[in-house]
């Protein structure tokens, strides 16, 4: 794994993502994917979609809009408590939010998730905890600093309504329970899915794409009797990880948290975190719901969420299981996980990202060993790209080539050389073991296939 400067750099260099609007000097805190990165997010979606919607035995996908209804928010709880505890340092003028401080300055063995408002304040003004960026501690009160987006939508000025950038795609699942329940004929338990953008006004992001102001989720709501929700929730931990061992995690590089405070309505709640380069951190959540959300969106909506059973006769309002986890941050952890520096025979050093083939951005690189090989190598090229992404370099050594592709995790290089025009065969390098093999052009899509299977 390599340090953050490390990935940040690889990431500019080599395609995977920019910082925002660089050319005006950049937007803080906002990050673009590049040509590389594209591909390896989704290639990281469309597994979790195989894997929670295609291959899940009753999940049913959606696409929600990012506006809703303002009630939706009401009822959520998100108007009234979606916040985050900030103090401004009254010397430099910076915002900061009060439980990172204590983080930062205990070294985590204070829990400020347990703490209210005025303990927090209190340990800040106890432990003299320093300004990060001026080092005075000169701290304003803790104000609650509400972290969703708004904009107003109406074509004259007076009457705009306020409306909100969602703060999670969770909410177009639950408003969509019923219209899925029936369209689908679903019956309890049942799961709905979204991949989509989500938007928070974060007091403290950073950490490259780790915590982002706009950012895309992958939820997945588990709509189940309250009797089976527990053991549906240890369901689901299980789940959660092991999809990421199927994407190539190691899987001392994860672990359970469990959550120190719960939500009044919840039984049960646990982050999966990984190691990133800046230590443990959370990569996703399970969350216990209770019967919380569809209740509050029939109390506010006065639509009933009533489900009717149509084994037992009975009509209750499920309870639900959440899934949550962000495919910025995921990818971020993708890239970590796969960052190696390797030392070869005769002291060359390669940096090697060791992607599970099939989320690899691409999963083959054509590559003609003299520029006169060209036309025989565009033949494979276009072969292959009609059913996998795939890349095509004839500038350079082709050490330099190998190497290249090796920073971008391709996990097999096709050589055409002159024997290819004589043997319709090619050669095809394995990114990890950096073995060579010689195949018939004929067989080339059945044995990538294969090697990039999910
Ligand atoms: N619906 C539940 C929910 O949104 P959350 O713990 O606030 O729960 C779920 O968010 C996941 O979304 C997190 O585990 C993380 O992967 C991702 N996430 C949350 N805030 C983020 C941010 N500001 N930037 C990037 N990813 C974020």
Redesign the pocket.
């Known amino acids: 794994m390599g340090s953050f400067d490390k990935i940040v750099n690889l990431c500019k260099n080599r395609g995977f993502i920019f910082p925002g609007s660089e050319i005006y000097d950049g937007l803080a805190n906002t990050w673009d994917y590049g040509p590389v990165g594209v591909e390896l997010k989704n290639n990281i979606k469309r597994a979790w979609w195989k894997k929670f919607v295609q291959e899940a035995d009753n999940s049913f996908g959606v696409d929600a809009d990012i506006f809703m209804n303002s009630k939706v928010w009401d009822a959520s709880g998100h108007t009234a408590s979606f916040s985050d505890p900030k103090m401004d340092c009254k010397c430099c003028k910076t915002r900061h939010r009060a439980d990172n401080l204590i983080d930062a300055h205990s070294k985590k063995t204070v829990n400020p998730d347990l703490m209210s408002n005025e303990e927090m304040e209190q340990y800040i003004y106890n432990n003299k905890v320093p300004c990060p960026k001026c080092g005075k501690c000169d701290w304003t009160n803790i104000r609650n600093f509400n972290l969703m987006f708004s904009t107003s939508r109406g074509v004259t000025d007076e009457g705009q309504n306020l409306i909100y950038l969602r703060p ?3 909410q177009g699942e639950f408003v969509n329970f019923l219209n899925v329940q029936r369209s689908m004929r679903a019956k309890v338990p049942f799961g709905i899915a979204q991949i989509g953008k ?1 938007f ?1 006004n ?1 007091v403290t ?1 950073g950490n490259f ?5 706009e ?1 895309e ?1 992958m ?1 997945h709501q588990w709509f189940c009797k309250a009797e089976n929700s527990l053991a549906d929730y240890e369901v689901y931990k299980k789940k959660a990880l092991d999809f990421l061992l199927s994407i190539g995690f190691n899987p001392e590089h994860l672990r359970y948290h469990d959550h120190d405070k719960l939500a009044h309505y919840a039984k049960a709640a646990c ?1 999966i975190q990984f190691l990133y380069p800046i230590g443990w951190e ?4 399970i ?1 216990h719901r209770g019967d919380w959300d569809l209740s509050r969106h029939q109390e506010y909506s006065g639509k009933s969420m009533l489900y009717l059973d149509p084994y037992t006769n009975e009509k209750y309002i499920p309870n639900v299981v ?1 899934y ?3 495919a ?3 990818t971020l952890a993708v890239l970590c996980e796969a960052y190696d520096e390797q030392t070869l025979e005769g002291g060359d050093t390669r940096v090697v990202m060791h992607f599970h083939p099939a989320i690899a951005p691409y999963k083959v690189a054509v590559l003609p060993l003299q520029k006169n090989l060209s036309e025989k190598a565009m033949e494979v090229y276009r072969k292959l790209s009609k059913n996998f992404m795939v890349t095509y370099d004839e500038a350079g050594s082709i050490g330099k080539r190998y190497r290249r592709q090796d920073e971008i995790g391709t996990p097999m290089c096709v050589t055409i050389d002159f024997d290819t025009l004589e043997d319709n065969s090619v050669t095809i390098r394995d990114r990890d073991t950096m073995e060579q093999i010689r195949l018939p052009i004929e067989k080339l899509v059945e044995y990538v296939s294969e090697k990039v299977q999910y």
Do not use: C, K, M, V
């Open positions: 999670e795609t969770a989500a928070r974060e992001p794409t780790f915590r982002t102001i950012f989720q939820e982050d959370e990569l996703n959540g969350h959440e949550s986890i962000g910025d941050r995921l």
